[in-house]
């Protein structure tokens, strides 16, 4: 399903030396499972995850996604992709506070344009154990809730894949092994990539 070939990223710098954040990566991911990519802080790993959310490009090399060359792309077929193939999960949430929780997840499907259907929000709240939660701002939820809120987000748009920079980071252990459970859950019927650096996490769930 995606395809890295010699991928090279450089980050030009004015004051100071270039750099090279990935060098020459050549990967090939199925379409479905729970893919971890571990490595120490400062290894290209969210770099390398952003190239395959089309949120940023290589410097070099393509990268291929159902047989389209997706860094050849024109932007408004980039926003196509980010916005129907790719669901993004941060390690600091990026949910927006002002809102509650449903509309956090209804303005997901807003941004598509496409209407939304009241039971499908319900339903994926059940799944993720967040449906008592609806009308709460999200300011008043703990990490573990806020990162599942975050999940339905991104499931709302039946995106072919999910992306998870650290989806863990800022969560406790039993709250990590709840979203790690739904990730996993998730992964049966499409591509959840997880960037780590909780090796113990990656040999159990990946
Ligand atoms: P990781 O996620 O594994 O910690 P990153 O992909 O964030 O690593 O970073 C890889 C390297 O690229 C690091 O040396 C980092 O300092 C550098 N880097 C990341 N983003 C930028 C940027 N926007 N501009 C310049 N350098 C960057
Ligand atoms: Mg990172």
């Not at 004051?15 to 571990?38: K, R």
């Not at 967040?130 to 009308?135: A, E, F, K, S, T």
């Not at 809730?145 to 980071?169: F, N, S, Y």
């Amino acid at each position: 399903m995606i395809e890295l070939r010699n991928i090279k990223k450089i980050y030009k710098s004015k004051n100071s030396s270039d750099t090279v954040a990935l060098n020459n990566i050549n990967l090939n991911i199925g379409s479905s499972g729970m893919l971890f990519i571990v490595g120490k802080s400062g290894s290209g790993k969210s770099t390398l995850l952003n190239l395959i959310g089309g949120l940023d490009s290589p410097t070099f090399g393509d990268i291929i996604v159902d047989g389209k060359i997706i860094n050849k792309f024109k932007n408004k077929e980039y926003d196509c992709y980010r916005n129907s193939y790719i669901g993004f999960v941060f390690q600091e949430f990026n949910i927006l506070e002002q809102y509650n929780v449903y509309e956090n997840i209804e303005l997901s499907i807003n941004l598509q344009k496409r209407t939304v259907d009241r039971k499908n929000i319900d339903l994926l709240m059940n799944k993720l154990g967040i449906n008592d939660l609806g009308d709460r701002r999200t300011n008043e939820l703990s990490g573990g809730q806020k990162q599942r809120v975050a999940i339905a987000r991104a499931l709302i748009k039946e995106p072919k894949i999910i992306l998870a920079d650290e989806p863990t980071g800022n969560l406790d252990s039993a709250s990590s092994i709840q979203i790690f459970q739904i990730l996993k859950e998730i992964s049966k019927d499409r591509l959840v990539v997880v960037v780590s650096h909780d090796i113990m996490s990656a040999q159990k769930y990946g």
